[in-house]
């Protein structure tokens, strides 16, 4: 959190990606089916999908269920980024 859009992308390192908000709807999903527990439930993350508008796609599960909604590139402190790792 607290670091801006370009900054949080060099974070997230191979085998390590951001997901586009479609895989992380998916896991979001799946893993509270298994688990009954809401991932990105302290913080919003960000995506790798944008808006039509440019806006990166940001995620937040709270306890009525997974929002979806548009950030830009600047940093916040309830802003952070999702990511996933490769099987292989």
């Known amino acids: 959190t607290s670091r801006r859009w370009a900054d949080q992308q060099t974070m997230v390192q191979p085998p390590d990606f951001v997901p586009d ?3 992380a ?3 979001w999903v799946l893993h509270y089916l ?4 809401r991932m990105f439930s302290r913080v919003w993350v960000r995506t790798d999908s944008v808006t039509a508008r440019g806006s990166r796609v940001r995620l937040h599960g709270d306890a009525p269920g997974l929002h979806v909604d548009r950030w830009y590139g600047n940093a916040s402190s309830y802003i952070g980024v999702a990511s996933a790792r490769k099987s292989g």
């Open 34 to 37: 298994a688990t009954g527990e």
């Open 25 to 27: 709807i998916y896991a």
């Open 21 to 23: 908000a479609n895989l």
